[in-house]
């Protein structure tokens, strides 16, 4: 709840500004394009700071026996106005060193001038600049707020610089740009407020005074300017403008305004005779106004042009999020009281709730009472006979937002009639918590009286529609409900999807119908070996291990008798392209900190083995035991590479085990034969990591069990919650 009031506000506030935001940050990129081009101006004087006003301003009172006014901008440029030796009115650039002009002063160009209105008021005076300074106000509010959702995303501030999980490429990279330019937006938009407020007046105007009383003692004849000590205190970098006296009047002074005070000097005997400082006020929109526009810093200016065109995306992510959220919601012509299918929903993202949705739509067509609503929602029931609950998992296997409340809510309300439920958990393996949430509710619900559990809990991998089916297929069977068992019903259109070009593929053989294939993803792709390659034949997800080798993926698949994937693959040719999304799979990466690796596999569950161990450039302790049933080639292949690999030290062993040929082996008995060296290298803090079929990590950790038991070790789930035994089975 406190989530969504967060996300509310944080969408409210966007929505409310949108159309300025995307103009302040359109015109704000431009501006600093060109503060960053004005500050490689050749017209900028250098080396300000070690000029007095008392060694340079005789030398241009010289070249300029009438200056009415010299003026610094923040640029570090400066312009005279006043009357030269031959009587010519200038108004130009000037080095204060030497009197030169570098150029005639010019105003900004157009376009500047005109963005620069647009961004400030937009063409609309005050009531424009008004609405400018609320716009960045409530940017100010909407960085706050995306803070605290950030946050509360991270699971704390603690998780602060924590990985962000990838769910979808707009979320993904909204909060991963956010958190990374948290700081400048926030000064951005804090200095942009401060700026309207002050030029509202809102903390009041500052006039500055001057209190003065003529020396009494002015000498006949005006001292050198070179002997002013008023001059001889002030150099040019502090200077922001020097006003001349406009006649010799012992009334008439040279005002100068310097970054930090206005100093009043007599004009004949060059003595102090007031100097104000500015107020805070003064001083803080100075420093906003540097800090807002960048004038004083290329590298800030640069982060600033960044940070304005990020803006624009941060608008369009936002509500791509929004929108993906809203498609999914879902009508409900039947109440909580009326409905006998309730149907409650935890889901962040919008998925977990696209497949109610479609079971939903079907019970409504069947003519059934339905009511769809958030776990957060749960409240009695009194007509329901079936409860379907559908639940992703987030953060570290907890609950999504719209599912917080329902733990403590469901001990709170008992259902008068027993009612039949079934849970299906939405997750992804990638995770070490997977569908965490799902079990956590599976458990409250079996401590409920009313509560009898139709189907035991079935969990859904990356939203895999065949997943989903499987538990349709059970549902139809416990009920006399006939939902759609076809996968297309269910199927939600990958994303990120990237074409692959084949690079080179083995071809199956009698003896065995193992191939390897070499696939090129696009250069920009990222991944690891271990992840996975999520390929989509008749639109059904079929996943498999991926080694990286070089640039490339390869993939080592068995040919099934009417395999789909495995089909698939088999038939491609070399040269060939097909689109397919990379998974990350950050629970079966290679342990980069592990003091020894010990890889164990069989068929093959070996693929991203050879990706690892060709990635070991560190030569960290590996070993490798693998499985096959026969000694075929392809395998006398992989002991040719694995011991190429062993010469060039990547792998420290290898073994490898066949279960049909003479002497048959496992892979289980290599293990049982080096005990000593698989209990040690778990306990000095090694990593063992498993892939293959489920039944060898089955049969694998049962070994092991019995294995540290006899050592008085721990057990085989101590070692996987402390990431030391990791497994990608299937
Ligand atoms: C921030 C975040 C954390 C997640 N944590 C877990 C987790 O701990 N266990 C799990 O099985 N899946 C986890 N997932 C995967 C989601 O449960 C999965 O993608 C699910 O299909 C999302 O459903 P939704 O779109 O309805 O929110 C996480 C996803 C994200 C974005």
Known sequence: MTLSIWRYAHLTLAAFSFAFLLIVSLTGTLLAVSAAQERMSPLRVHDLQNLTL???????????????????????????????????????????????????????????????????????????????????????????????????????????????????????????????????????????????????????????????????????????????????????????????????????????????????????????????????????ANLSLDLHTGRTNLGWAVVLGLVSLNMLFFVYSGFAMTYRRLRTRVRNPYTAAEAEYILLVGSENGSTRRFANAIHTQLLQAGLHVHLTDLNNYQTFPKAKHLLIFAATHGLGDAPS?????????????????????????????????????????????????????????????KSAQDFTTWVKALNAATNLTLSQNQDTYFQKPKHLRTLRVISKTTVTEQDQTFILTLRPPFWSRFESGDLLAIYPQQQERLYSVAKIGRDIQLIIKLHESGLGSGFLNNLKIGDTFRARLVRNVAFHWPEAAPAVLMIANGTGIAPFWGMIAQNKKHTEAYLYAGFRHATPLVQQYQQMATAQQNISQVKTHQFAFSREKDPKYVMDLLQKDTDLVADLLTRGGVIMICGSWAMQRDVETMLNQMLKSRNAHDVAYYKNNNQILTDCY
């Open 402 to 462: 719209n599912a917080r409340k329902f733990a403590t809510l469901l001990p709170q309300i008992t259902q008068n009639q027993t009612i039949n439920f079934a849970i299906v958990g939405f997750g992804s393996k990638a995770y070490p918590d997977f569908c965490g949430y799902a079990k956590e509710i599976q458990t409250l619900l079996a401590g409920q009286t009313w509560a009898n559990a139709l189907l035991p809990l079935h969990t859904v991998n990356d």
């Open 54 to 284: 008392a060694q340079t301003l005789p030398i241009l009172r010289k070249a300029y026996p009438e200056i009415t006014e010299i003026n610094i901008n923040h640029n570090q440029q400066v312009t005279l106005q006043g009357i030269d030796a031959d009587g010519n009115d200038i108004n130009a650039y000037i080095d204060p060193s030497t009197g030169q002009i570098l150029g005639k002063a010019q105003k900004p160009a157009e376009w500047v001038q005109w963005v620069t209105a647009l961004h400030r008021s937009l063409f609309l005076h005050e009531t424009g600049r008004l609405i400018v300074g609320i716009t960045s106000f409530c940017l100010l509010l909407i960085t706050l707020s995306g803070l605290v959702l950030f946050v509360q995303r991270q699971q704390g501030l603690k998780r602060f610089f924590a990985k962000i999980p990838k769910d979808g490429w707009a979320q993904y990279y909204h909060v991963t740009a956010g958190r990374l330019l948290l700081v400048p937006i926030l000064l951005i938009a804090l200095t942009g407020s401060y700026l309207s407020a002050e030029r509202f007046e809102i903390f009041g105007k500052e006039k500055i005074k001057h209190n003065i009383t003529p020396p009494s003692d002015a000498p006949e004849k005006p001292l050198n300017m070179a002997d002013f000590e008023g001059f001889k205190a002030i150099n040019w970098a502090q200077v922001q403008s020097i006003e001349f006296p406009f006649a010799p009047d012992p009334e008439e002074y040279f005002t100068i305004k310097l970054q930090d005070r206005e100093v009043v000097i007599d004009q004949f005997t060059g003595k102090i005779l007031s100097q104000v400082f500015y107020n805070k006020t003064t001083m803080l």
